[in-house]
């Protein structure tokens, strides 16, 4: 029942993942709400229009957005000055949606028509190159832009955890090869500089199964 909840409650959200709810994304700001922990109006991207849907689901009074959340605005877009982007892939690592794209020293464009607006991409810039702007043709934003956004944000969540189990995979077998390197080496476990080494190995080996254990909770 709970979980039925969560999920009609987070599919009224906007979906933009901007945290000014206070919560990591839509999804924690359902569970919360589901649960008693966090009240309707906490979503100023959503406006009046969100609370109005959620207070009809849940059976409660609307009100204004919180203004401690934020307040509500048209819908802005991020948008990179190229001339000063330097390439550092912080934007991209922070877009909850896979809306920018680029790579390492080079330059990065926002994906208009899949921005939220969230402006998580806005602080880990070091060159402070990223302004939101207002683009008309790209002010409304409906459920199934929502949804697709939320499901880029699903897709994003897979690929990091596929590559956090890659990288765990080649640190271990990484350690496992070297470790049989230095058995060869010492089979006897005499060699004290080599006995060392296999400590570390070993330690790095451990490292690395523990990163693929937080990988696959």
């Not at 406006?47 to 207070?55: D, Q």
């Not at 990179?80 to 390439?87: D, R, T, W």
Request: with cysteine; net charge neutral.
């Amino acid at each position: 029942m709970l979980e039925d909840l969560v999920h009609r409650i987070d599919n009224l959200l906007p979906q933009t993942q901007c945290k000014q709810c206070g919560f990591e994304g839509c999804l924690p700001y359902a569970k919360a709400m589901a649960e008693g922990q966090a009240d309707l109006n906490q979503c100023p991207p959503g406006g009046l229009a969100t609370i109005e849907s959620l207070a009809s689901l849940l059976g409660k009074p609307t009100k204004p957005v919180d203004p401690s959340c934020g307040i509500t605005t048209p819908r802005h877009i991020a948008s990179i000055q190229a001339e000063h982007c330097i390439g550092c892939t912080l934007c991209i690592q922070a877009c909850p949606v896979d809306a920018i794209v680029g790579a390492a020293k080079q330059r990065h464009a926002v994906l208009a028509a899949l921005c939220t607006g969230c402006e998580l991409c806005i602080p880990p810039c070091p060159v402070d190159c990223i302004d939101m702007v207002f683009l008309p043709e790209h002010s409304d934003w409906n459920t199934t832009m929502a949804h697709e956004a939320r499901a880029r944000m699903h897709q994003r969540d897979a690929r990091l955890v596929r590559q956090k189990e890659a990288q765990a995979d080649r640190l271990e077998q990484k350690a496992i090869r070297k470790l049989g390197e230095l058995n060869q080496q010492d089979p006897q476990n005499n060699n004290a500089e080599q006995a060392k080494k296999r400590a570390v190995v070993e330690a790095a080996l451990a490292r690395a199964r523990a990163r693929r254990a937080g990988a696959n909770p």
